[in-house]
């Protein structure tokens, strides 16, 4: 049992490790972002000025043209944080980071439904892959960590066998092509929606664990 309870915690200890290792080199741009987004809620969300009925927004073009122009990189930086999981899964892992990018860029893609605004849009009017025999929800990720990984680490895997089984003089082609267009259908199919819903349930509990005691 001790051998047992060791090699589960090693096993742990490897995972956390490597999800250091994954999110170290994203945490400069999400720092700025967050010191951007807070600094426009400052400026756009306090109502400071008349009374208390409007922003700094509100009163001053300038920082009217300030707060939009801060959202090209907070949108950037949150909006499509799965491109930069994506490159950094592939850095780590070894395998082709341009491939990475190109998988993350199809989950926040602007021909998907943003995921911001899943939530407000009818069932009926979300647009769709038709196959004849099968529809996709055609949602992008906006966002989202876990649908990202685990594309990431699909993308990673398939691209390592690939590379094992295809001759040398045709490896340049078939294995991106095969990696890439596996992986992104792994994620639109599957995993994405497995992944946002894993998601979902860990905010909520969060959610829940934080905002318990003060109810």
């Not at 915690?9 to 999110?23: M, N, P």
């Not at 080199?25 to 807070?38: D, E, K, Q, R, S």
């Not at 998988?103 to 911001?116: D, I, P, R």
């Not at 979902?200 to 664990?209: E, N, P, T």
Request: charged share 10%.
């Amino acid at each position: 049992t001790p051998i047992k309870s060791s090699a589960a915690s090693d096993v742990y200890k490897r995972q956390v490790t490597a999800l250091a290792e994954i999110f170290a080199p994203l945490i400069p741009a999400i720092i700025t972002g967050g010191l951007i987004l807070g600094f426009r809620n400052c400026i756009d969300s306090l109502y400071l000025f008349e009374n208390g009925t409007k922003t700094l927004c509100d009163i001053s073009q300038f920082w009217s043209g300030i707060d939009s122009f801060l959202w090209l990189i907070g949108e950037a930086v949150f909006h499509m944080l799965p491109v930069g999981i994506c490159w950094s899964v592939t850095k780590k892992m070894g395998t082709t980071q341009m491939l990475g990018i190109v998988l993350g860029l199809t989950l926040v893609s602007g021909q998907l439904l943003n995921a911001y605004s899943v939530a407000t849009t009818a069932a009926a009017d979300i647009p769709k892959w038709d196959f004849g025999f099968i529809k996709v929800n055609m949602i992008g990720y906006q966002g989202q960590v876990i649908p990202a990984i685990l594309a990431a680490f699909t993308l990673v895997y398939l691209e390592k066998f690939f590379r094992k089984i295809t001759p040398q003089v045709v490896s340049m082609i078939v294995v991106p092509f095969c990696s890439l267009v596996l992986a992104v259908m792994a994620a639109h199919f599957v995993l994405g929606p497995i992944g946002w819903k894993i998601g979902s349930v860990i905010s909520a509990v969060v959610f829940a664990g934080i905002t318990g005691p003060f109810k």
